[in-house]
């Protein structure tokens, strides 16, 4: 696991209760700006909440220092997708 993974291990371990939950999985992708590695992450749906934020502004936070860690250390872009259950009638976390 590269540091930038270990970074964002950190971050999120230290925010949920469902620590063990917490799966990231990587893969190089590439679209019309180029290539990049996207990380998928997984946590316990009682800890969504607390990773997304009031307006996805936390979720926000964590992709920013993520992506300027992945351009320092990596010279990649970076992409973190909280991957989300369907938690209610028409309503999804991204």
Known sequence: MDTI???????LQSMVKDTDAV???????SDASGDFKLINVKV????LGVC????GMTA????RIIGVAGMEKLHT????KID???LAKNHYYT
Do not use: C, F, W
């Not at 997304?52 to 307006?55: D, F, M, S, V």
């Not at 926000?60 to 992709?63: K, L, Q, V, Y």
């Open 23 to 29: 799966e990231l999985h990587v893969a190089d992708q």
């Open 52 to 55: 997304i934020g009031k307006q």
């Open 77 to 80: 872009r970076i992409v973190v």
């Open 5 to 11: 993974q270990k970074l964002l291990l950190v971050i």
């Open 84 to 86: 989300a259950p369907r």
């Open 44 to 47: 316990a749906t009682s800890d």
């Open 60 to 63: 926000e936070a964590i992709r």
